[in-house]
C-alpha cells in the first residue's frame, strides 16, 4: 500500500536535515509510529501524505511513485486513496455534518452514498447530529465525525496524527477503538502517529523514532 | 459537491460580509439602470412628441420657447403671428405639410388648441367615443383630460382666458365636446382640440385678414427648407425653430446633472468591488484550515481557485440582479409619483441596450475582483497550516 524509501527532509533555512526510518505498509496492517515532540513525527506523516516534497528519498503509493507526481496529481490521489485525521479536527464551516462527509466523497472522485454515511455516523453515536452544524458540536463529537469522514469514501490508507493526545484513558481507548473497527471494516491499513505512549499496549506492530532524527 | 453549490453555501454563511457587498452593487448597479431607463422613455416621450415636425415656425423669440410651447405644450408660446404671412411658408414649396396651431384659453388649465384634423392624424389619435370637431365650438378631448376633468359627450363648458389661471371664464360663447380620442402617449391626451375659428370667436372659418394664429408645425418636403425658410424670414416677425436640435441642446442641458449622478453611481459600484474583494480575503483568512483541508481530502489548488472566483460571481450576480430588479421598482414609483406628466406602459421595464452592456462589465469587474484572492487560495501551503505546532 504505502513505502517510504530513504526520506529526508529540511526546513528550508530552518536548521538541520531530519532522516527517517523506511515504513512498509499494507493493506489490513496497523502500525504505530511513536515519537516524542520534536522528533518530525507529523512531518514524516505530511510526507508521506504527499503533502510536502522530500528532500530526498520517495514514497511509493500502491507500487507507484507518489511523492514525485505534481501538487495537483497528489492531491488526487490522496483524496482517492487516503483519509487523514488531523490532531486538531477542521471542517467546512458552511456545511453541516453529513454535507462534509459527502464532500469528502466528491472530492474523493465518488458519488456521496447516503445510506452509508448515516448508517457510519449512527455507528459512531452521531445519529442524532446528521444535519448539525458542525461548530455545534463538542471537540469529543468533532474529532468522531472527522475519523467518520476519513473513511466514509473507503480508502486503502487511514492516517492519523496525534488522535488521542486531547483525551483521557477512557476516551483514548474508545477513539483507538473506532479508528480500529473503521480501517478493519473498510480493509484499510491504519497507520497511527502520536507521542502517546499509552498506545503502545494497543498496537503491537510500532516504528520508533529517533529522539534526534538529524543527520549530519 | 460541486463548486458552484459549495460557494453558494460559503456566501451564505457569512451574511453580514456578503450583504454589504450585495447591497453596495445593488444600488450602483440600480441607479445607473434606472437612469437607462429613465432616459430612453424620456428620449421616447420626447421623440414621439416631435414626431415628424421637421419645423416649427411662430413668433421671434427663444426657440425653445417656440418648440416647448408648441410641440410639447409645456411652456407659453412666444406670441402671435398674422395666419395671412403664416400661409405663405405653409404653402411654400419646400413644405409638404403644415398644421396650424392657435390658442389662448384653458379649461382646467388644460390648453384648448384651434387646428385641423391633420393635427390628430399626425399622431395618429384614433377616436374612442364620438367624433373629431367639425364646426366651431366643438371640441374633441384628449384622453388625459377627459379623465382628469370629467368631460363626456354632448357635455358644454365655457373657456377660461390665458393658459396658466382657469378664473378668467369667457361666458359668451359655450364649447360642445363631440368626441374623446383614445390614449395617444403623445402630447393630443393633454388636449382639447377645436376649429381655428373658434379661438377666433367667430362660426365661420373666414377670417379677416388681421386674424392671428400661434404657430405651425411643418414637415419640410425638401432638406433645402431648413436652410431657406430662416432666410426668408428674416425681416418678418416670424421665425422657424427645429425640434431635434433644440430638444439636443436642452437634453445636454440637463446632461452635467446626469452626469455626475453618473459618476456617484460608478464610485458606489467601485467600492462595491472592493467590498467582494475585501469580504472574499477576510474570509480567506479564516479559513485558510478549511482550504488546506479541502486539499488533503483530493481537492487540487485550481479547484479552490474556481471556488472562491464563485463565491466572487455569486455576490457579483446577486448584486445585478437586486439592483435591476431596484431600478424596475424605482421606475414603477416615478412613473405612480409623476403620473400627470409621465406616459407609463410596461414596456418601460423591458431591459435597455445598455443594461447588457452594465450586466457585462459588472460581472467583469466582479471577476477581476475575485481573482486576486482566488490567486492566494493557489498559493496554500497545507502542510504548514495543518501541521502548525509539529
Same mark, same amino acid.
Given at each position: 500500500m504505502l513505502r517510504t524509501q530513504g526520506l529526508r527532509y529540511n526546513y528550508a533555512g530552518e536548521g538541520p536535515q531530519m532522516a527517517f526510518p523506511d515504513i512498509q505498509l499494507d493493506r489490513g496492517q496497523e502500525l504505530l509510529l511513536l515519537g516524542a515532540s520534536g522528533t518530525g513525527k507529523t512531518t514524516l506523516l505530511h510526507l508521506m501524505a504527499g503533502m510536502r516534497t522530500p528532500t530526498s528519498g520517495h514514497v511509493e503509493l500502491n507500487h507507484q511513485a507518489f511523492s514525485e507526481l505534481s501538487v495537483a496529481k497528489r492531491d488526487l490521489a490522496r483524496g482517492k486513496h487516503m483519509g487523514i485525521v488531523f490532531q486538531t479536527a477542521h471542517f467546512v464551516r458552511s456545511l453541516n455534518v453529513t454535507e462534509n462527509l459527502a464532500l469528502a466523497c466528491t472530492l474523493a472522485g465518488q458519488t456521496p452514498d447516503d445510506s452509508r454515511i448515516t448508517s457510519l455516523l449512527d455507528g459512531l453515536g452521531l445519529g442524532h447530529k446528521l444535519n448539525a452544524r458542525v461548530d455545534e458540536l463538542s471537540v469529543g463529537e468533532q474529532q468522531r465525525v472527522s475519523i467518520a469522514r476519513a473513511v466514509v469514501h473507503k480508502p486503502g490508507l487511514i492516517l492519523a496524527d496525534e488522535p488521542t493526545s486531547a483525551l483521557d484513558d477512557t476516551n483514548t481507548e474508545i477513539v483507538l477503538n473506532l479508528l480500529r473497527k473503521q480501517a478493519a471494516d473498510a480493509g484499510a491499513a491504519l497507520l497511527v502517529v502520536t507521542h502517546d505512549q499509552r498506545l503502545k499496549d494497543h498496537l503491537t506492530d510500532r516504528v520508533e523514532l529517533a529522539s534526534n532524527p538529524t543527520t549530519a | 459537491m460541486k463548486p458552484a453549490r459549495l460557494a453558494r453555501r460559503n456566501v451564505l454563511d457569512r451574511p453580514l460580509e456578503t450583504g454589504l457587498s450585495v447591497l453596495l452593487l445593488a444600488f450602483g448597479v440600480g441607479i445607473i439602470s434606472l437612469m437607462l431607463l429613465m432616459q430612453r422613455s424620456l428620449t421616447e416621450d420626447l421623440d414621439r412628441n416631435i414626431k415628424d415636425i421637421d419645423l416649427v415656425l411662430g413668433a421671434k423669440g427663444s426657440p425653445l420657447q417656440l418648440i416647448l410651447a408648441n410641440v410639447y405644450h409645456v411652456?407659453?408660446?412666444?406670441?402671435?403671428?398674422?395666419?395671412?404671412?403664416?400661409?405663405?411658408?405653409?404653402?411654400?414649396?419646400?413644405?409638404?405639410?403644415?398644421?396650424?396651431?392657435?390658442?389662448?384659453?384653458?379649461?382646467?388649465?388644460?390648453?384648448?388648441?384651434?387646428?385641423?384634423p391633420s393635427y390628430a392624424n399626425h399622431y395618429g389619435a384614433e377616436i374612442e367615443s364620438g367624433r373629431l370637431f367639425d364646426a366651431a365650438f366643438e371640441v374633441t378631448v384628449g384622453a388625459e383630460v377627459a379623465a382628469k376633468t370629467g368631460l363626456s359627450l354632448g357635455d358644454t363648458f365655457y373657456s377660461a382666458h390665458g393658459l396658466t389661471?382657469?378664473?378668467?371664464?369667457?361666458?359668451? #360663447?359655450?364649447?360642445?365636446?363631440? !368626441?374623446?380620442?383614445? /390614449?395617444?402617449?403623445?402630447?393630443?391626451?393633454? %388636449?382639447? $382640440?377645436?376649429? *381655428?375659428?373658434?379661438?377666433?370667436?367667430?362660426?365661420?372659418?373666414?377670417?379677416?385678414?388681421?386674424?392671428?394664429?400661434?404657430?405651425?408645425?411643418?414637415?419640410?418636403?425638401?432638406?433645402?427648407?431648413?436652410?431657406?425658410?430662416?432666410?426668408?424670414?428674416?425681416?418678418?416677425p416670424m421665425q422657424v425653430a427645429l425640434p431635434a436640435i433644440e430638444m439636443n441642446r436642452l437634453t445636454q442641458q440637463f446632461g452635467i446633472g446626469i452626469r455626475s449622478l453618473r459618476a456617484v453611481a460608478l464610485l458606489i459600484m467601485g467600492l462595491s468591488f472592493v467590498s467582494v474583494f475585501i469580504a472574499l480575503f477576510a474570509?480567506?483568512?479564516?479559513?485558510?484550515?478549511?482550504?488546506?483541508?479541502?486539499?488533503?481530502?483530493?481537492?487540487?489548488?485550481?479547484?479552490?481557485? #474556481?471556488?472562491?472566483?464563485?463565491? !466572487?460571481?455569486?455576490? /457579483?450576480?446577486?448584486?445585478?440582479?437586486?439592483? %435591476?430588479? $431596484?431600478?424596475? *421598482?424605482?421606475?414603477?414609483?416615478?412613473?405612480?409619483?409623476?403620473?400627470?406628466?409621465?406616459?407609463?406602459?410596461?414596456?418601460?421595464?423591458?431591459?435597455?441596450?445598455?443594461?447588457?452592456?452594465?450586466?457585462?462589465?459588472?460581472?467583469?469587474?466582479?471577476?477581476?475582483?475575485?481573482?486576486?484572492?482566488?490567486?492566494?487560495?493557489?498559493?496554500?501551503?497545507?502542510s504548514n497550516t495543518l501541521g502548525q505546532g509539529r
Open positions: - | 411652456d407659453v408660446p412666444t406670441g402671435n403671428i398674422p395666419y395671412a404671412e403664416a400661409k405663405k411658408v405653409m404653402r411654400h414649396p419646400y413644405i409638404s405639410e403644415a398644421i396650424p396651431l392657435a390658442y389662448g384659453d384653458n379649461y382646467e388649465l388644460y390648453r384648448i388648441v384651434g387646428t385641423e389661471d382657469g378664473t378668467d371664464v369667457h361666458r359668451d #360663447k359655450a364649447y360642445t365636446v363631440v !368626441g374623446i380620442f383614445e /390614449t395617444t402617449g403623445s402630447v393630443i391626451d393633454q %388636449l382639447l $382640440l377645436t376649429p *381655428i375659428a373658434s379661438v377666433w370667436g367667430v362660426h365661420e372659418d373666414v377670417a379677416d385678414a388681421n386674424e392671428e394664429i400661434t404657430a405651425v408645425l411643418l414637415k419640410k418636403k425638401n432638406p433645402l427648407a431648413i436652410l431657406t425658410l430662416p432666410n426668408l424670414l428674416r425681416d418678418t474570509s480567506l483568512r479564516d479559513r485558510k484550515y478549511e482550504l488546506a483541508l479541502m486539499r488533503t481530502m483530493g481537492a487540487p489548488p485550481q479547484r479552490l481557485f #474556481k471556488l472562491v472566483l464563485f463565491e !466572487g460571481l455569486w455576490m /457579483t450576480a446577486a448584486g445585478i440582479v437586486s439592483g %435591476l430588479i $431596484l431600478s424596475r *421598482i424605482g421606475v414603477i414609483l416615478l412613473a405612480n409619483a409623476l403620473a400627470d406628466q409621465f406616459h407609463y406602459d410596461v414596456a418601460q421595464l423591458a431591459p435597455v441596450n445598455g443594461e447588457y452592456l452594465l450586466v457585462l462589465a459588472a460581472l467583469a469587474v466582479g471577476a477581476l475582483a475575485a481573482a486576486l484572492p482566488a490567486r492566494s487560495a493557489l498559493k496554500i501551503d497545507i
